[in-house]
């Protein structure tokens, strides 16, 4: 019964993450889907949706550009390719932005059902995977074909994410430090025992205070483990006032894309 209990209250956490999310969706419009170019990662049984968009300064450029990977949170899960586009990335599109800054952006979308890790997001901690899920590892096996062949520059490869894809980004760092240039978490958490193998990654993190989705802890517990081992690159953000849905107000803070793509490794 103990186990049952369990599996009820984390299925109802998951519900609530993504009716939170999707509740912030509509009052939102997507962003124009043919911005971007329709792509799909598929190795045996799994299929990764993804999307690229090459921003309007990068349109002349024939060498190797940055790279952003952005992970979605759960209200976005699915097969469509275009919902994973509807939070934070109309600030990517912003004309300052784009024109500013030659760079690609690959969406992925991570399938129902499934996370880009797989945890319990309401524990105040969790311990690694052995291995990363078959989502996750999608994302990398895109990243290194994009290297691959020339298209992006692996010494700026960065990555963001928001509430499930916060998780993502955390576990993306801890498994593979030296393919990021520089990191954003909002709302997410990850397994501060990885703190000293991505302690050179400089990293945005961000939560909201009042989150009752995700601890606030879990931001502050991995940002206390990087300044432990010595980063100094680990910005902390918190908001009093915010609770889970705080990541417009994380990608609206002064000069954090001066500071992203400013980052190389």
Not at 95 to 111: A, E, G, K
Not at 182 to 195: K, L, R, S
Not at 236 to 245: E, N
Request: a negative charge.
């Amino acid at each position: 019964m103990k186990y049952i209990l369990i599996l009820v209250f984390a299925l109802a956490l998951g519900n609530l993450m993504q009716a939170q999310e999707n509740g912030n969706l509509s009052m939102e419009q997507l962003p124009d889907a043919s911005l971007f170019e329709a792509h799909y990662h598929i190795e045996d049984n799994d299929t990764l949706p993804y999307r690229l968009y090459r921003s309007q300064k990068a349109d002349t450029m024939t060498e190797a550009l940055p790279l952003v990977i952005f992970l979605h949170g759960a209200g976005e899960r699915g097969n469509d390719n275009c919902m994973q586009l509807k939070h934070c990335i109309k600030y990517f599109l912003d004309d300052s932005v784009t024109s500013r800054y030659p760079f690609l952006l690959m969406v992925p979308q991570c399938p129902n059902e499934k996370r880009w890790v797989n945890t319990d997001w309401s524990l105040p901690e969790h311990t690694m995977d052995s291995v990363p899920t078959a989502e996750l590892l999608g994302v990398m096996t895109v990243l290194d074909s994009l290297v691959g062949v020339g298209v992006v520059d692996s010494t700026q490869v960065y990555i963001c994410g928001i509430s499930m894809g916060g998780f993502g980004t955390w576990d993306a760092l801890q498994r593979w430090p030296e393919k990021f240039a520089a990191a954003i978490a909002i709302c997410g958490g990850g397994d501060p025992a990885y703190a000293e193998a991505m302690k050179d990654v400089p990293v945005y993190i961000f939560h909201g205070l009042l989150d009752e989705v995700v601890m606030p802890l879990r931001s502050i517990q991995m940002y206390n483990a990087l300044k432990e081992v010595g980063s100094k690159e680990a910005i902390l953000v918190t908001y009093p006032d915010l609770g889970h849905l705080c990541w417009d107000e994380a990608f609206s803070t002064p000069g954090l894309f001066e500071w992203l793509f400013g980052k190389k490794r």
